[in-house]
Every structure is written in structure tokens, then in C-alpha cells.
């Protein structure tokens, strides 16, 4: 009877034992969870850290500074891989450059603006001349950044922006006037299709929006030792005031309007999109006073949106554009 008893006893130990035993497994079940979760976001966020710039790693795991790296070894992947130039077609219908560029960070592509006017200061937007495109193919262009910008630029960072620019006007162009760099040898088009690629590849490299590095090259003067990733994201911006080009003239537009292009900026709304609210209807305004006063035909735009009545002076094209303002109601805004 006694053995029974403690046979008994023994059995009621045990199971009170793995109530116990299981009770306190039970507790600490939360807490291992807890601590899987924990690595394996830590593994995630390791893994994933080599993607990001080191200026942007160094400020959040807080090893360095984001704004003092040596920033001549510190970051492969800014280096240039390989850079690719090609004709395209801009709004008028005319062939333009375009390059792309490519780092550890990805693929960076811009395309050059051209404009209808040229002033005698301006650089050399290289053209090929010949019937091809009647002159105007830019495969001159295209070919001197394939054949003599990529192979030189192969393996340069693209954080020295300015030291990169004066890379290929000083060296690899190297013409120069009595005005300055003309750029006449590699055409001013191949040059600023790579000097924008690398103004953006530059912004990736440090983890910032193209305006936040823009505003960081011009806040330190290109000295990129300077440059401040943290100072640049929490720096408060605010749009620009829309400007917007309304009557055309000159080689803009075919009437005899001396003045190329009439502006209006909505200085006086509360947001840009108050502003650009405001200008449409300064512009749909103007469209209803320009069939008024020369037919419905005059409505036509010229190669920049802006409207190209038969004006003959610049004052009447501002008396028009005056009247416009007062029809939408935005008198003293714009």
C-alpha cells in the first residue's frame, strides 16, 4: 500500500513537475519568438545595407559620419561602368543626345534640350550638317561620347561632379575662344548629356533626391568632402513659381513679333498649384482675346505652346496679355 502511495506520490510529482516545466516553457515561448523576429531582421537589414550608399549606412548603423568619408576609396560601386550615347528625337521633331550611364547603383539617362536660338556666346551644339535630317543628326556627337568620353571615363567616380566636368571640357575637348569653352571639339551636346548622367548617377550614390545633391553641390561649392546627406533630407524646400511662356515671336513662332517669347509667373497664388490653377486660366483667357482681335485662326501655337497672332509690336503683344490677366480675374497676381 505503501509503494502504491508512493508510486502515486511520484506519478502526482512528475505531472505537477511538467505543469511546471511546461508552464515556464509556455513563458519563455513569447521571448524566443520575440528574438527569432529580431535576428532575422537584423540578417534582412545587413543584407539589404549593401544596396545603400555608405554615407547613408555610416549614419544609420553609426559607424563614421555621413558628411566626412574619404571619399576617394570608400564607395566601388560609384565608379562609372560604362557610359552610352544615341540620337533621339526632342519635341520639334529634330534629332538630340542622349546618354546613359551606369554604376553599381544603376542606370542613369538624360536627354540634351535644344533650343531654336543661338547666341553668339553660346557653346557648340555640334550638328552633322549634310541632307541627312537636313543637317541637323547629331551622330558626330553620339560617336565622340562612344569613342572618346566612354573609354576615359570608365571607372571614375561620379561624386566629383565638377572635377569630372572640367575632365571633359578641359581635357577631352580642350577648345577654347575668347569667350571660354566652346566645347567645339566633342560638341557642347555630348558633353552636358554625360554631365547630367552623372549629376544624377552622383545623387543615387549618396542616397538623395537630384534637388537635395543640386542643393548640396551649390551649398558647399563642390566640395564633396563637405557634402551632408542628413543636412540635405531635412533641409525644407519649396516648389518654384511655374513660368510659362504664352505668345510667341521670333524664330518661335512665323509673325513679324520682334520679342521671342512673352512669360507670365502667378506670383501672387498660395501654392503652385494655386499658381499653375492660375495661369491656365490666363492662358485660356488670352486664347478667348487673341481669336477676338485677330480671328479664329490667330489661335495657333508656335513651337513652345504659346500662342503666334499677327502682332507687329511688343506692345501690343503685352497690351493683349494684360487684358488677358484683368478677363481671368487675376489682376495683381501675375
Not at 24 to 31: E, G, N, T, V, Y
Request: with cysteine; proline share 4%; net charge positive.
Amino acid at each position: 500500500g505503501q509503494a502504491k502511495v508512493d508510486i502515486f506520490g511520484c506519478a502526482a510529482a512528475g505531472m505537477a513537475s511538467g505543469r511546471t516545466i511546461s508552464s515556464k516553457a509556455h513563458q519563455r515561448r513569447p521571448l524566443l519568438s520575440a528574438c527569432v523576429v529580431l535576428g532575422l531582421t537584423a540578417l534582412l537589414v545587413a543584407f539589404d545595407a549593401w544596396r545603400l550608399p555608405y554615407h547613408v549606412t555610416a549614419g544609420l548603423f553609426g559607424f563614421g559620419s555621413p558628411k566626412k568619408q574619404n571619399a576617394e576609396s570608400d564607395d566601388e560601386k560609384a565608379q562609372i561602368i560604362s557610359v552610352v550615347g544615341r540620337e533621339v528625337m526632342d519635341s520639334r521633331g529634330n534629332p538630340t543626345v542622349e546618354a546613359s550611364l551606369t554604376t553599381g547603383y544603376g542606370v542613369f539617362t538624360a536627354t540634351v534640350p535644344s533650343g531654336a536660338s543661338t547666341g553668339i556666346y553660346e557653346a557648340l551644339e555640334l550638328r552633322d550638317g549634310g541632307s541627312r535630317y537636313k543637317g541637323k543628326g547629331v551622330q558626330k556627337a553620339v560617336d565622340n561620347i562612344n569613342r572618346i568620353i566612354a573609354p576615359k571615363m570608365k571607372g571614375k567616380d561620379v561624386r566629383f561632379q565638377k572635377k569630372l566636368d572640367e575632365f571633359m571640357i578641359l581635357e577631352l575637348d580642350g577648345t577654347e575662344n575668347e569667350w571660354g569653352h566652346p566645347k567645339a571639339k566633342l560638341g557642347a551636346n555630348a558633353v552636358l548629356a554625360v554631365s547630367m548622367c552623372i549629376a544624377r548617377a552622383g545623387a543615387a550614390a549618396y542616397g538623395l533626391e537630384l534637388f537635395e545633391y543640386v542643393g548640396e553641390l551649390k551649398d558647399t561649392v563642390f566640395d564633396i568632402e563637405k557634402i551632408d546627406v542628413q543636412r540635405a533630407q531635412k533641409k525644407r524646400y519649396k516648389m518654384p513659381v511655374p513660368f510659362m511662356n504664352v505668345i510667341n515671336g521670333g524664330q518661335h513662332a512665323g509673325n513679324k513679333l520682334p520679342m521671342q517669347e512673352f512669360m507670365i509667373s502667378p506670383t501672387g497664388g498660395s501654392s503652385f498649384k494655386d499658381a499653375l490653377r492660375i495661369g491656365s486660366e490666363v492662358y485660356q483667357s488670352l486664347k478667348s482675346v487673341v481669336k477676338g482681335r485677330y480671328g479664329k485662326d490667330a489661335a495657333a501655337v508656335g513651337d513652345e505652346g504659346g500662342f503666334a497672332p499677327n502682332i507687329q509690336s511688343n506692345d501690343e503683344g503685352l497690351q493683349a496679355l494684360m487684358d488677358a490677366i484683368a478677363d481671368a480675374g487675376h489682376s495683381g497676381k501675375v
